[in-house]
């Protein structure tokens, strides 16, 4: 069974940093594009930035310039990188990831962690 599993969130500055985790673990033979989502208070749950398999990424303008995300695919890992943080950053950030294949030909579709939260006090 995959599952994924962040860490990293916690309680910051506006101004300040922090810098999320995820980690995929199970029987896995690769992984396709890995995100983080997040969700704030009575907010949907929106895209913050996603990264390929190759290293292609996209990021929501709210967040270009101020957050970067990477990944390390021997570690099956993906990480988000947010610099400058602003109050309307808080909210539970979900890692996600689209296609994990446990086989050569088989996968599991959207796998979500279970969330970390990170709150930007003003």
């Known amino acids: 069974q995959v599952q994924l599993v962040e860490s990293g969130g916690g309680l910051v500055q506006a101004g300040g940093s922090l810098r999320l985790s995820c980690a995929a673990s199970?029987?896995?033979?690769?992984?396709?594009?890995m995100g983080w989502y997040r969700q704030g208070p009575g907010k949907q749950r929106e895209l913050v930035a996603a990264?390929?398999?190759?290293?292609?990424?996209n990021y929501a303008d709210s967040v270009k310039g101020r957050f970067t995300i990477s990944r390390d695919n021997a570690k099956n890992s993906v990480y988000l990188q947010m610099n400058s943080l602003k109050p309307e950053d808080t909210a539970v950030y979900y890692c996600?990831?689209?296609?994990?294949?446990?086989?050569?030909?088989?996968?599991?579709?959207?796998?979500w962690g279970q969330g970390t939260l990170v709150t930007v006090s003003s």
């Open positions: 990264i390929s398999s190759g290293g292609s990424t």
């Open positions: 996600n990831a689209d296609k994990i294949y446990y086989t050569t030909w088989e996968y599991r579709r959207e796998v």
């Open positions: 199970g029987r896995i033979v690769r992984i396709n594009t």
